[in-house]
């Protein structure tokens, strides 16, 4: 269903008709991509975004305009949206943010964790300050949107978890270590939570983008330099499939088929959206 021709029929018929979305990272990029495709499948979307630059990461984040565009987007297709401006890595405010989100919009049932920075770095570049925030908000940030996701999802009977991950999060790809090491361990949080959660009737998976065309990818300047520079490294960042990078639009499918119920027997999976690049 394309989101520029939405309509009433459409999201009632949708394949997240009726269910509530959190998206963090949601004013840019693949979160936006994720809100509107949810919402043009029937769900109402609470889309959080820090709209402010954060520390230590060499591009700039989204605005406080990005997320009112990404919820005037999500209107225009016929969906209820509310947004607050949060960092991830406050547990509280994002607490309040999502209880907040869920009795406005009368419960929630999927929780998309994408917010996330990346930073490119050689091992001995990598200064504390940038390891804890590329950790706070890649894996602490996932941490905090499940714990504070979980008990509304309860409340619902069970619900959908799906985890932003990346290619990096299943291979040690050079010059990104901090960032590998938040996208692995947010694996952990999946398998671990998948377990813990199932008899509850919450799936939890996470998600394995390649390079994505999106402002962060954009904004990763010095990578190209650093992988010409080191060829004997330089496969790790290739895909399998003839293309360079996919779309924000492709990652959106993978998100609505785990946030649907056509994935209603799917959780614990690391599922790749890569061009085959983690096969290589
Ligand atoms: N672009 C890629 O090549 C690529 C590839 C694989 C995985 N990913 C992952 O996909 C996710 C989305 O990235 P994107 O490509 O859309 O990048 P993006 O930079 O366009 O979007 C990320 C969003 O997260 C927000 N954000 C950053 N820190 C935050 C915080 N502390 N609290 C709340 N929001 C915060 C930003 O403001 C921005 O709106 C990220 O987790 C990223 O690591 C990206």
């Known amino acids: 269903m394309s989101t ?17 979305a959190l998206i963090t990272g949601a004013a840019r990029g693949q979160g936006r991509s994720h809100a509107l495709r949810l919402a043009a499948e029937g769900a109402d979307i609470l889309a959080v ?12 984040t989204a605005t ?3 997320l009112a ?8 297709v016929g969906a209820r949206v509310v947004t607050h401006t949060v960092d991830v890595r406050d547990a509280h405010a994002l607490t309040t943010a999502v209880a907040d989100g869920a009795a406005v919009l009368g419960g929630l049932d999927i929780a998309v964790a994408n917010a996330g920075v990346c930073s490119i770095q050689r091992w001995d570049e990598v200064t504390p300050e940038l390891w804890d925030t590329v950790i706070g908000i890649n894996l602490t940030g996932v941490w905090n949107t499940c714990t504070a996701a979980i008990p509304h999802l309860l409340v619902s009977g069970g619900g959908s978890m799906i985890l932003i991950s990346s290619t990096a999060g299943l291979k040690g790809q050079p010059f990104l ?14 398998r671990s939570l998948a ?31 650093r992988i010409e520079a080191s060829p004997d490294v330089s496969s790790l960042f290739l895909n399998s499939l003839p293309v360079e990078l996919v779309q924000a639009a492709d990652v959106s499918n993978a998100v609505l088929f785990l946030a ?21």
């Not at 520029?4 to 509530?20: I, Q």
């Not at 975004?49 to 700039?60: S, T």
């Not at 509850?200 to 990818?217: A, C, Q, W, Y």
């Open 49 to 60: 975004d820090i709209c402010a630059p954060v520390d230590h990461v060499g591009y700039a």
């Open 195 to 225: 377990n813990e959660l199932a008899s509850k009737h919450i799936r939890v998976n996470s998600l394995h983008p390649t390079g994505v065309d999106t402002p962060m990818l954009n904004g990763m300047v010095g990578l190209t330099e």
């Open 4 to 20: 520029s021709t939405v309509s009433a029929t459409d999201r009632a018929r949708g394949r997240v008709a009726g269910k509530v």
């Open 177 to 190: 270590t901090p960032y590998v090491a938040s996208k692995h361990g947010l694996v952990g949080i999946m």
């Open 64 to 66: 406080e305009d990005d």
């Open 69 to 76: 565009t990404t919820a005037r987007l999500v209107e225009a």
């Open 260 to 280: 649907s119920d056509e994935a209603k027997y799917v959780t614990g999976l690391t599922m790749t959206v890569d061009a085959g690049a983690s096969a290589r």
